[in-house]
């Protein structure tokens, strides 16, 4: 078996999605969603897309990387940190040569770099999943036999839109927020620069990014909610993925007023009226916010798993 990188041989990217779906059973990975994770991310370098070729067949992927482009305000805060992304190997090939070949692969580039830390799966704004399913049996018992260990959690909601509507309670919450001087619309398409940095102040480099992807030269998909002439929240919808919700904020002085769950609402409806119906509300630790919502058919549970390093 050989390990080689994308770098090396970049035929093999032909086959990348087919092989990613082999070996993800729970995940569903368009070509848009490869493209978004891999080839779009700004931090993207084909040395760290490792491949495992065996008889002329690909047999296992690794996709790693490093923050060293984008967020700027964030590769200095994590110089010390490389991802994996994701591991994909067809379950006909699940020997242990196979993963072990390719985390020592990445595991030496990520010496040779300094690093002393390797996380998977949480590479924000550019992800496949925020964690590893605790339904992937092999592939999180090969991490911990790998020596990564338990860092945190996040879920995957999962809503089928069919069941969806609008409760009374939410119609009374927002008549009432109105009464009081807060009101709720979408973005103009002029507002993207003044809205990413308030994002960015509010919360994250992270989410001011993604907010921006729902900024086209027509139209949003970025709910707001004022008061007295300034913005203090947010929400957004089909800005990572089509069918993706979130991010969602709420200014923290004007928390518990029940503007998140307005703006959920909003968003929400917008991704019906757009005409999709399996929504997937990703990466969260908000276990009760989303259980107000009709039709929620899964949730997916990740465990954030983390390895250190020993030099």
Known sequence: MK??????????????????????????ISSHTYQRVVRRDP??????????????????????????????????KQKEVAWIKAIAIPPEKRDTSVFKSLCLRFEELTRESGRTLIRFGDFASWYFFPGVDVLYDYYLDS???????KVGDAVNYEIDLRSFYIPPRIVRMERKLKQEGISFRKAS??????????????FSPFWAYEVG???????????????????????GYSLLEPNWFGPIGVDEEMRGKGIGSVLLYKAMNSLRLSGYRIITVPWTDLLFFYTQLPGIIAIRHFFCVAKELEF
Do not use: C, H
């Open 189 to 202: 398409v002029q507002e993207k620069k003044a809205i990413m940095m308030w994002v960015g102040e509010k």
């Open 3 to 28: 390990i080689s990188s994308l770098a090396e041989d970049p035929y093999w990217e032909g086959i990348m999605v087919e092989v990613l779906n082999k070996g993800l059973e729970r995940d569903f």
């Open 43 to 76: 931090n993207f370098d084909p040395n760290l897309v490792l491949l495992a070729i065996e008889d002329g067949e690909l047999t296992g992927v690794l996709i790693g990387v490093k923050r060293t482009r984008a967020p700027e305000e964030m590769i200095e």
């Open 143 to 149: 991490l911990i036999d790998f020596g990564f260990k």
């Open 213 to 235: 992807l729902g900024f086209s030269k027509e139209s949003t998909s970025v709910w707001l909610a004022e008061y007295e002439g300034r913005v203090v929240g947010f929400s």
